[in-house]
């Protein structure tokens, strides 16, 4: 074995490759698209409610396929071999209501402005198949690896930054939580580690994270706001107006 570790060229594989299914699954949405007629936007409709949950199954399939060979490669190279098991996380309601809010855009001035939230929409849930099939490899692996979300662009927002800050954990049922809230474009990955005291992921500092977090914290509860998460990410976007994508968001 090469190496006992997952490192950021892991992570960088990992999401190059979701990022490669989700353009060809935007390919054929953008091909299913041109072919409705825009001025019937109650058919136009019913159709893409028909057509996007599919299309979503089976990127999904696609996306935990890599998904589960990446965790086999990164599993054989820190302990051994495995055979990973795939999750396709389609919720067919979800992506029904999904596609049902945005579809007000048919019926404005604008139709063509749906098939961005369409975009963004098929992105989260082809997405949410490779993180599932990471984190459901994690809770059954008997190796017992830890979970981490981990970010990948070069600046990332401040909910993505406080859940990240958690650092690689167990993979419970309250720590799974943490595969559910992504948003449209979320670039995190899902990332398995094998050591246990510390990771080799260039870049991903939890510790830094959590000094943000704590500091956001203690301001929210000068405050005497609810110590919920959501009051929190508002305050670290107060506090570090310039570390965040979505800073200016309060």
Same mark, same amino acid.
């Given at each position: %074995?090469?190496?006992? %570790?997952? *490192? &950021?060229?892991?992570?960088?594989?990992?999401?190059?490759?979701?990022?490669?299914?989700?353009?060809?699954?935007?390919?054929?949405?953008?091909?299913?698209?041109?072919?409705?007629?825009?001025?019937? /936007?109650?058919?136009?409709?019913?159709?893409?409610?028909?057509? @996007?949950?599919?299309?979503? &199954?089976?990127?999904?399939?696609?996306?935990?396929?890599?998904?589960?060979?990446?965790?086999?490669?990164?599993?054989?190279?820190?302990?051994?071999? $495995?055979?990973?098991?795939?999750?396709?996380?389609?919720? @067919?309601?979800?992506?029904?209501?999904?596609?049902?809010?945005?579809?007000?855009?048919?019926?404005?001035?604008?139709?063509?402005?749906?098939? *961005?939230?369409?975009?963004?929409?098929?992105?989260? $849930?082809v997405m949410a198949s490779q993180r599932g099939t @990471?984190?459901?490899? @994690?809770?059954?692996? /008997?190796?017992?690896?830890?979970?981490?979300?981990?970010?990948?662009?070069?600046?990332?927002?401040?909910?993505?930054?406080?859940?990240?800050?958690?650092?690689?954990?167990?993979?419970?049922?309250? *720590?799974?939580?943490?595969?559910?809230?992504?948003?449209?474009?979320?670039?995190?990955?899902?990332?398995?580690?094998?050591?246990?005291?510390?990771?080799?992921?260039?870049?991903?500092?939890?510790?830094? %994270?959590?000094?943000?977090?704590?500091?956001?914290?203690?301001?929210?509860?000068?405050?005497?706001?609810?110590?919920?998460?959501?009051?929190?990410?508002?305050? %670290?976007?107060?506090?570090?107006?310039?570390?965040?994508?979505?800073?200016?968001?309060?």
């Amino acid at each position: %074995m090469s190496k006992a %570790m997952t *490192t &950021r060229a892991d992570v960088t594989q990992l999401r190059d490759a979701g990022r490669g299914v989700v353009a060809l699954a935007r390919q054929d949405l953008q091909s299913f698209w041109d072919s409705l007629d825009l001025t019937r /936007p109650e058919a136009a409709r019913d159709e893409l409610l028909d057509f @996007v949950p599919q299309l979503v &199954r089976e990127y999904g399939d696609v996306a935990a396929t890599v998904a589960a060979e990446w965790y086999e490669q990164v599993r054989f190279d820190a302990v051994g071999a $495995y055979n990973a098991t795939t999750v396709n996380a389609t919720d @067919v309601a979800q992506v029904q209501a999904g596609v049902r809010s945005a579809a007000g855009k048919l019926f404005g001035d604008d139709p063509s402005s749906m098939l *961005t939230l369409l975009a963004g929409g098929v992105q989260r $849930y082809v997405m949410a198949s490779q993180r599932g099939t @990471v984190a459901r490899n @994690v809770q059954l692996d /008997p190796s017992k690896p830890r979970f981490a979300r981990v970010p990948t662009g070069a600046k990332t927002c401040a909910w993505c930054t406080l859940l990240s800050s958690r650092g690689f954990v167990y993979l419970t049922q309250k *720590t799974a939580q943490q595969t559910d809230h992504y948003h449209n474009e979320c670039d995190c990955q899902a990332v398995a580690e094998w050591e246990a005291d510390r990771h080799y992921i260039a870049g991903y500092d939890p510790d830094a %994270m959590y000094a943000k977090y704590q500091d956001a914290r203690a301001a929210a509860d000068a405050l005497g706001l609810p110590l919920t998460d959501r009051n929190i990410a508002a305050q %670290m976007r107060a506090l570090y107006p310039d570390a965040f994508t979505d800073s200016h968001i309060h």
